[in-house]
Structure formats: structure tokens, C-alpha cells
């Protein structure tokens, strides 16, 4: 019998890889992600980005290199420090997760239609601790 935490690790891994299934972009999972990350952040450096994403900077490092050649993110001198870079996304890549936000919504909106008001009303509560579990430790 799985325990509680199985179970919940299960429901959202499940969650995630049905969530990327939906994906339509030539972007890998871990590329999406960077972009995502670098949005969020607005320009950042590689150093930045690769604390937000809980990876290396080696390994940020070569996903970026990737966006910035394919044009979903651009990079300019920072401008206190010249040993740094900051990465932004480009209007390409907002493009890019504008599109992939709008199917995986579009396809959680049609999942979520079949959902009685008691039981979307208890989801956008499990939402939220599902948040605060998410965040860090600190």
C-alpha cells in the first residue's frame, strides 16, 4: 500500500508528464524551464538563473547557449559588471511559452469543466499547499 507522500509524488509526476505531453514546441522540458526561469526574472545572469532552476551554471550554461543560438534569449554586457552577462527572453521566445502556456491551460481548462464545483473549490485549495510544499526550505 503506497503512503501518503508515494501517492502524492505519483499524482504529480503524472500531473507533469500529462502537462508535457501537451507540449508542441521544438524546445526540450529543461529549455522551456530556462526560459521560463529567465522571464521570471527579467535579465539575469547565468549565475542567477542557474539558482532559480537548482542546476549548475556548467549546466545552465550549455541549455543557454542553445536558446541564445536558436533566438529565444538574447545576451548583453551587464552593465556594473563586465565579467557578467544578462540573458533576457526575446520576443521569440515570449512567443514560444505564451503558445505553450495557452495549450497546457486550454487543456487543464477542459480537464477542470469536468470537475464538480466542490471538487474545483478543493483543488484550488490543495493549489495552494501544493505551492507552499514546492517552495524552499528557507
Known sequence: MPTESQRLAQAVARLNRRLRQER???LTATQLSVLGSVRVLGPATPSQIAARERVS??????T??????DAYVTKKPH??????VLIAVSELGEKVLAEERQRRDQWLDRRLATFTSAER???RDATDLLVRLA???A
Do not use: H
Not at 64 to 69: F, I, P
Not at 79 to 84: A, I, L, V
Open 57 to 62: 551554471q556548467p549546466s545552465v550554461t550549455r
Open 121 to 123: 473549490v478543493r483543488l
Open 64 to 69: 543557454l547557449k542553445c536558446l541564445l543560438e
Open 135 to 137: 517552495e524552499d526550505d
Open 79 to 84: 552593465p556594473d559588471d563586465g565579467r557578467q
Open 24 to 26: 508542441q514546441s521544438d
